[in-house]
């Protein structure tokens, strides 16, 4: 891609995701993560509807009329976001692949966060971590990340979220609302998951294309592993061989989904040509609730 091509599919990405991120969905944001805690503003005479747990009773007294204590939320937080560029994460059999469809997502949660005054960062992984960008305010930052998601080439074709977990939790001292972004073919990471977990915010998304679910019986075909390059033929005809695909690709979703569930993490997992909009708008409004 050229600078020209990756310069608009920036601002393509930025007109697209800001103006989702304009709508509700910026409210559900701010009220889905909470701030620190509540800081002293100011005292101010009370007013009708004020909750009378926070009136200043020396005041009060000393001018014979009601004062009330109002507090700020201490809203500063950080959003990590870690995201898989491996090879696997380039297929997509609808309008776009897989990794667009994450820089689109990305861009929503990082000007969402940026407009509730929230730092963010990225990690950009493979077998490693390929790409650390710190926590950092403002639009030219954001900018940057939306480039790096779209433009960066891995220098490993497989997953390591061991790795990565483990570079994250070193790293990344503070508690901060962690997404997770992957299509998870990748080893068993359950013990890191659990112990990032228990310090941030973490949520795993799971993004896949509908072709990957299962295969289509167009005979003997030579298929390659994205991740590995390894090509090898399979009988797509055989009835045998795509019903034990279906049923590997079936465990794969569960297995994922339970071990975000085992480490107390939120998940949510869509289709790549799914409105992932609407997807996180309704994670967001369980997530408040919880």
């Given amino acids: 891609m050229t600078t020209s091509e990756i310069i608009k599919k920036v601002k393509q990405i930025e007109l697209k995701s800001l103006k989702k991120t304009n709508s ?15 800081t002293f503003s100011e005292i101010r ?46 297929f997509g059999t609808s309008k776009q692949i897989k990794r667009e469809t ?75 609302i962690t997404f997770l972004i992957s299509d998870f073919e990748t080893d068993d990471f359950s013990r890191e998951l659990k112990i990032v977990s228990k310090k941030h915010d973490f949520t795993g998304i799971r993004i896949y294309d509908n072709k990957e679910k299962m295969f289509p019986n167009i005979g003997l075909a030579r298929i390659r592993d994205m991740e590995t390059g390894k090509l090898k033929w399979i009988n797509t005809s ?31 997992s869509f289709q790549n040509d799914e409105d992932y909009f609407k997807n996180l708008l309704n994670y967001f409004k369980s997530h408040n609730v919880r």
Avoid at 25 to 33: A, D, I, K, Q, T
Avoid at 118 to 124: A, E, Q, R, Y
Avoid at 137 to 143: A, E, F, P, T
Avoid at 165 to 171: A, I, R
């Fill in 24 to 38: 509700v969905f910026l409210g559900e944001y701010h009220s889905s993560f909470k701030g620190r805690g509540m």
């Fill in 45 to 90: 005479p009370y007013q009708y509807g004020d909750d009378v747990r926070k009136m200043d009773w020396n005041k009060t007294a000393r001018f014979n009329e009601p004062f009330v204590k109002v507090f700020e939320e201490e809203r500063e937080l950080t959003l990590m976001l870690l995201v898989d560029v491996t090879a696997s994460m380039n």
């Fill in 238 to 268: 055989s009835r045998k061989v795509r019903l034990n695909y279906e049923e590997y690709y079936r465990n794969l979703e569960l297995n994922t989904k339970n071990q975000f569930k085992n480490a107390g993490a939120g998940f949510i």
């Fill in 102 to 176: 994450v820089a689109e997502l990305c861009a929503t949660l990082g000007f969402s966060a940026m407009k509730n005054n929230d730092k963010v960062g990225l990690i950009l992984f493979s077998d490693k971590v390929d790409l650390f960008i710190p926590p950092k305010k403002g639009r030219s930052h954001i900018l940057r990340i939306i480039r790096e998601l779209i433009d960066f080439e891995p220098k490993a074709a497989e997953a390591n979220l061991k790795n990565t977990l483990d570079f994250f939790l070193n790293t990344i001292k503070r508690k901060s």
